[in-house]
């Protein structure tokens, strides 16, 4: 899998997760403050659609994840 795929299902996850630890009617329910990292994943997923800036990426990159190369120019 390239950078961009494992993006993707790593924000997934954390969007996933934080909704099931942060809504009120989960089993799991811990606090709604949860649902503020939510909101910090999507905005990096909007900003990074429009700027190609993306630190997870950059992040994955150094761990050897090879490029998606998506965003070049």
């Known amino acids: 899998m390239n950078s961009e ?3 993707r ?3 997934g996850v954390f969007v996933l ?3 099931i630890l942060g ?4 089993p799991v329910f811990v606090s709604q403050w ?4 939510t909101l910090f994943v999507g905005f990096n997923l909007l ?5 190609c ?3 997870l990426e ?13 965003c070049r120019r």
């Open 47 to 51: 900003q990074s659609g429009f700027s």
């Open 17 to 19: 997760l934080s909704v």
């Open 53 to 55: 800036f993306c630190p």
């Open 23 to 26: 809504a009120p009617a989960s």
């Open 5 to 7: 795929r494992w993006v």
């Open 9 to 11: 299902v790593i924000a």
């Open 58 to 70: 950059r992040i994955l990159m150094s761990m050897g994840i090879r490029d998606a190369r998506a």
């Open 34 to 37: 949860f649902l503020a990292f």
